[in-house]
């Protein structure tokens, strides 16, 4: 089919029996329309096979119904659910979601930041609070709507929707205290550019603190969010001369490598060393043991972020943020020691 013959917004109008304008309005503003036709001019484009022209769309409504998410990774499954569930969220209001990555490079990440606005996002969502000031000031010298994700900073002047990593880590470390651990180990994210690894970090070594413990290397190891790196990890703690009863763990991967580690030293989970982790992925029940670990509510998080950016983006006005509880999920991982 050539140019000429393609389906045009006169052609679903026609067979949708409504005019041009309520077709525009469907396609760029689908709130506003009675669900009733909106039905009618979904059913017409689908028999038509129409394909509105994303340009032509933009310069109508002044607004291109996308938003953009920039993540530290692909790699890292703790961020599919709640994404899965922004994109079906937003999709629901006829919105795209464009995902880039950032690599915990904050310079990477403010490439992604110029190239999504280049395309003319509506808002912006952006994992954690830290990156340059110089970043926030680009942002908001263009007036673009951003929220962040996966953290909550009741004193910040950003609205976000996340949950509290330091007390979520601090209450995990209290549980394994409460559960007669002494000889307490981390394994915790790399956190350079990462604001969430750190605060889980400090969580943990409040809580040791409060409890007349210390958390330091050689029992703290930052290190990358694969089971590789945390079975490597693992690995090296079992090796102490007085290794750890425990190894709290900066999120469920690592949890799975350093089970894997402790597999391999022909050691078991919980009998000889007790694994806990945090994020709750599938992967936390697919283990053996399970894992004991945070929960952390990722399609409440996605429901949230998608609600206020599409707020956001209609109003261009403030909103409140978000904060989300997380809770402790009790597996198999962990047990009791005298």
Not at 108 to 120: M, S, T, V, W
Not at 164 to 177: G, L, S
Not at 190 to 201: F, L, S
Not at 246 to 259: F, H, R
């Amino acid at each position: 089919m050539n140019a000429s013959n393609l389906p045009t917004l006169d052609d679903v109008a026609r067979l949708a029996g409504v005019s041009t304008a309520t077709v525009s309005r469907c396609l760029n503003l689908p709130d506003q329309v009675r669900h009733t036709t909106k039905t009618r001019v979904q059913a017409a484009i689908a028999e038509l096979g129409y394909t509105p022209h994303f340009g032509g769309m933009a310069l109508a409504s002044n607004r291109t119904n996308t938003v953009g998410a920039i993540i530290p990774t692909m790699e890292n499954a703790i961020f599919a659910r709640g994404l899965q569930v922004l994109q079906e969220e937003l999709s629901l209001s006829g919105i795209t979601l464009l995902v880039a990555t950032s690599l915990y490079d904050p310079e990477k990440e403010a490439e992604q930041i110029r190239a999504l606005l280049a395309r003319g996002v509506d808002g912006l969502i952006l994992i954690g609070h830290e990156r340059p000031q110089e970043t926030y000031q680009f942002l908001t010298d263009r007036r673009v709507p951003f929220l962040l994700m996966w953290t909550s900073m009741t004193d910040s002047p950003y609205c976000n929707v996340g949950f509290d990593n330091h007390r979520a880590a601090y209450d995990m470390a209290m549980h394994v205290i409460m559960r007669g651990h002494r000889q307490i180990a981390m394994i915790g994210g790399e956190t350079k550019g990462n604001d969430r690894a750190r605060e889980r970090i400090k969580g943990v070594s409040n809580a040791m603190k409060q409890n007349g413990l210390t958390l330091q290397p050689p029992y703290l190891v930052e290190t990358e969010y694969t089971i590789d790196e945390g079975r490597a990890a693992a690995k090296t703690l079992l090796a102490l001369d007085t290794p750890p009863t425990a190894i709290i763990c900066g999120n469920d991967v690592q949890a799975a490598g350093a089970l894997k580690a402790v597999h391999q030293a022909g050691l078991k989970v919980p009998d000889d060393v007790s694994v806990v982790g945090f994020d709750d992925i599938d992967l936390a029940e697919a283990v053996e043991p399970g894992l004991t670990t945070v929960h952390v509510p990722h399609r409440r998080m996605g429901r949230e972020a998608a609600r206020l950016i599409m707020q956001m983006a209609r109003n261009r006005a403030p909103v409140e943020s978000i904060r989300i509880d997380t809770s402790i999920v009790e597996r198999s991982s962990l047990r009791d020691i005298s």
